[in-house]
C-alpha cells in the first residue's frame, strides 16, 4: 500500500539553528512531493513541491527540500530557524493517480 | 483576494443532528476536496471532486455526504451516522484534478458534540 512516513512527531530546536524534517513514503514509478505548512487553527499552506527535474528544490520561508529516488525521501530543511517557523509541517505524496496522501505531520517547536 | 472561505470556524453538533459545513472558493478552480484531521494523524480523504455534478469517496466517505451543484461551492454534510465527528475539517481546491497539483486550503471547522 501506499504511504507517507514522517519519522519524528515533534522536533524542538534552538532559533538560528539548523533543521531537517524527515520524510520517507513507498516507492513508485512516478510520484509528486509536496511540503505543507500549518499553523494553530488555520488550514494548510504550500511550501515547495517536486515535480520533476532538479532534486533540490527551493521554497518559501527559506525552506528547502532534496528528493532522492534511491532512499525514497523527501527531508524538508532549513539552516536557520526563526520563532515564527513554529508550526506543523506536512509532506504529502500523489501517486500516479488523483489522490494525495499525507504524512501524520512534524510539530516544530523553535525555542528561544 | 482569492482564497476559500469555510464557515463556520466552529460548530456543535448534538445526537443524532446532521450538520452541514460551507466551502466557497473564487479561484476558479475545478477540483475541491473534504478532509478530516485528527491529532496525530494528518489528514484523511472524505469525498473529492473533479467537476461540477460530479465527486466521489474518499477513504472514509461513511457518515458525511457532499454535493456539488455548482463550481464555487462543495458544501459537507456530517450525518447521524457519523458516530465520531469530533474533528478538524478542511476544505481545499486545486485548478483542475491532476496528481502534479498542490492544493489550496481553506482555515477548516472544528465540529465538536455536544
Known amino acids: 500500500a501506499q504511504s507517507v512516513t514522517q519519522l519524528d512527531s515533534q522536533v524542538p530546536v534552538f532559533e538560528e539553528a539548523p533543521v531537517e524534517l524527515r520524510c520517507n513514503y513507498s516507492?513508485?514509478?512516478?510520484?509528486?512531493l509536496f511540503w505543507y505548512v500549518q499553523y494553530p487553527n488555520q488550514g494548510l499552506q504550500l511550501l515547495l513541491k517536486?515535480?520533476?527535474?532538479?532534486?533540490l528544490v527551493k521554497g518559501i520561508n527559506g525552506f528547502e527540500a532534496e528528493f532522492n529516488k534511491s532512499q525514497t525521501s523527501f527531508h524538508l530543511r532549513k539552516p536557520s530557524v526563526h520563532i515564527s517557523d513554529t508550526a506543523e509541517y506536512f509532506c504529502?505524496?500523489?501517486?500516479?493517480?488523483?489522490?494525495?496522501?499525507f504524512g501524520a505531520g512534524t510539530r516544530l517547536f523553535v525555542k528561544a | 483576494d482569492g482564497g476559500i472561505t469555510q464557515s463556520p470556524k466552529y460548530l456543535f453538533r448534538k445526537e443524532g443532528q446532521n450538520v452541514t459545513l460551507s466551502c466557497e472558493q473564487n479561484?476558479?478552480?475545478?477540483?475541491m476536496y473534504w478532509y478530516r484531521q485528527d491529532p496525530g494523524q494528518g489528514l484523511r480523504l472524505i469525498y473529492y471532486?473533479?467537476?461540477?455534478?460530479?465527486?466521489q469517496k474518499g477513504d472514509i466517505a461513511e457518515g458525511y455526504s457532499v454535493s456539488r451543484e455548482k463550481k464555487e461551492s462543495f458544501p459537507l454534510t456530517v450525518t447521524s451516522a457519523q458516530k465520531n465527528p469530533t474533528a478538524f475539517y478542511l476544505c481545499?481546491?486545486?485548478?483542475?484534478?491532476?496528481?502534479?497539483?498542490?492544493?489550496?486550503f481553506g482555515d477548516g471547522t472544528r465540529l465538536s458534540i455536544l
Open positions: 481545499a481546491s486545486s485548478i483542475e484534478a491532476h496528481p502534479n497539483q498542490p492544493q489550496h
Open positions: 516507492s513508485s514509478v512516478s510520484v509528486y
Open positions: 517536486y515535480l520533476s527535474g532538479s532534486t
Open positions: 504529502a505524496v500523489t501517486y500516479g493517480g488523483f489522490k494525495t496522501i
Open positions: 479561484l476558479n478552480h475545478d477540483a
Open positions: 471532486s473533479q467537476i461540477v455534478n460530479d465527486f
